[in-house]
């Protein structure tokens, strides 16, 4: 039976000022009565303010795409976490494998990212994936490890509540092509023990999203797995219905 608790809508560079209206209007009717599930949003920069205005019931949350591991300053083209705050952003994904491969975002960077946004007292959502060669390779654990690993590293203990890890295979990220239930949780089972490794009791609670082609058909079969506990939705967050099922499907 699904019991996930988080569901994180990544619009990507889609979305107008219409979608906004019409996905907060659905989630409002549809889902201001899920108990159980926390819905996080992350929007293109220049719709936060719009949707944080429309979104200001306490299940759903604001996050961002992107944020600069620096404060303030001549940092063309950057937002600072403290930006972000201001209009209401307390989410944030980090170390998207789009951010990775196409903007030469490497773990060294990631890891600050995830500091400047913990320290800040924002979630960073870390995200972590090998690509199909990996896997092909046997390599998955290994890149996985040493990805998350690097993500996490000088996090105190204190701020681990502040932290979301997302498994997002490469190869099933808008491919339409799911990893397994089985090979989800393998990894994500991995995943668990590490964090526990390093955060000890608290590692047990630190929500593990999968992301990778989660559609309203194959939600709940992933969301059913002992550590899955939500995912990171792509494509599928931007149609109304398919994201609604999605939610409604964590909630089981
Ligand atoms: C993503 O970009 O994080 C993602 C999981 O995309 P999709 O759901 O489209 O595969």
């Known amino acids: 039976m699904p019991n996930a608790s988080l569901v994180i809508a990544n619009w990507k560079m889609n979305g107008n000022r219409e979608l906004t209206k019409t996905m907060s209007m659905a989630l409002r009717e549809k889902l201001s009565q899920l108990q159980k599930v926390k819905i996080v949003v992350c929007p293109p920069f220049t719709l936060i303010s719009e949707l944080a205005s429309q ?6 949350a604001i996050g ?13 083209g950057e937002t600072s976490t403290t930006q972000l705050q201001e209009f209401g952003v307390s989410y944030v994904l980090v170390g998207h494998s789009e951010r990775r491969q196409l903007f030469a ?4 960077k990631v890891n600050e990212k995830a500091l400047a946004t913990v320290n800040a007292g924002m979630t960073a959502v870390i995200c972590v994936g090998e690509n199909k060669a990996q896997r092909d390779e046997g390599n998955t654990w290994k ?9 996490l590293a000088n996090l105190p203990k204190e701020k681990a509540g502040k932290v979301v890890l997302a498994y997002e295979p490469v190869w099933a990220i808008g491919t339409g092509e799911t990893a397994s239930p089985e090979q989800a949780q393998d990894v994500h089972a991995k995943l668990r023990t590490l964090l526990v490794e390093q955060f000890g009791a608290i590692g047990e609670k630190m929500p593990l999203l999968y992301g990778g082609s989660v559609k309203a058909d194959n939600a709940a079969e992933l969301f059913a797995q002992k550590d899955i506990d939500g995912g990171l939705i792509g494509g599928a967050s931007l149609k109304e219905s398919d994201f609604v099922a999605i939610c409604q499907a964590a909630q089981g």
């Open 55 to 60: 979104c200001y019931y306490d299940d759903i």
């Open 143 to 151: 890149v996985v490890a040493e990805q998350a690993k690097a993500a």
């Open 64 to 76: 961002a795409q992107n944020v600069s591991e620096h404060t303030s300053g001549a940092y063309t």
């Open 105 to 108: 975002e490497t773990d060294d």
